[in-house]
């Protein structure tokens, strides 16, 4: 499922974003109505909000990104010049 929001998600915004991802959890195979109350319920919501703001902090903005002692390098594929 991590890859199908990974590639939807150019399609993916505030306004449809609930319904993308249960969409997408009922192709997967998981069970609907459990992940509807997970999601829901946005337990994890705090802690989401706090690696986002950590990633900022960092200078992070898109995934993958790296840090090799303490320093930021390109993903693989990247040009940093």
């Not at 399609?11 to 509807?36: S, V």
Request: glycine fraction near 4%; aromatic fraction near 6%; proline fraction near 5%.
């Amino acid at each position: 499922m991590s890859e199908q929001i990974y590639e939807a998600q150019e399609q993916i915004n505030p306004t449809n974003i609930r319904e993308k991802t249960l969409a997408m959890a009922k192709d997967a195979g998981l069970n609907e109505k459990k992940f509807e109350t997970c999601y829901d319920k946005q337990e994890s919501k705090p802690q989401v909000e706090a690696d986002i703001a950590e990633a900022k902090t960092l200078g992070v903005n898109s995934t993958p990104t790296f840090y090799i002692t303490d320093a930021r390098r390109p993903a693989s594929g990247t040009s940093r010049r």
